[in-house]
């Protein structure tokens, strides 16, 4: 999303997270926990280093499978990844334990409902 949202639309770092971030979990009834730096937050993020333009294929994505992207120049690559505050990724690879994923719930599960019915 980077690529052609800040890359090729021009948008701005700060509305590029508020599109991707911020605001997609607060659709999701997820914000503050989620799409927010902030105490109290679980601390999920990616940093891109615009400098590392890469091309995408399957030897380097995580699970090394066929990829819809396959061939797509990127305008940055992640360079850091932090999951609930723990280091998980860095450009070395994922560094991660398994099992650490958790699903969060939202916190107004009418509201969420009421959104995704409207998308049926």
């Given at each position: 999303m980077y690529t052609e949202m800040?890359?090729?639309?021009?948008y701005?770092?700060?509305r590029y997270v508020d599109l991707v971030s911020t605001n997609a979990a607060k659709i999701m009834g997820l914000y503050p926990r989620k799409g927010a730096l902030a105490a109290g937050?679980?601390?999920?993020?990616?940093?891109l280093d615009p400098a590392d333009k890469r091309v995408i294929t399957a030897s380097n994505c995580t699970r090394r499978t066929n990829t819809p992207w396959e061939g797509r120049k990127m305008e940055a690559w992640p360079c850091l990844t932090v999951l609930r505050g723990k280091i998980v990724?860095?450009?070395?690879?994922?560094?991660?334990q398994p099992g650490r994923r958790?699903?969060?719930a939202p916190q107004d599960r009418r509201r969420h409902v009421r959104w995704s019915l409207a998308f049926e």
């Open positions: 800040v890359g090729k639309r021009r701005s770092l700060s937050s679980d601390a999920d993020i990616t940093v990724g860095r450009k070395r690879g994922v560094q991660g958790q699903m969060a």
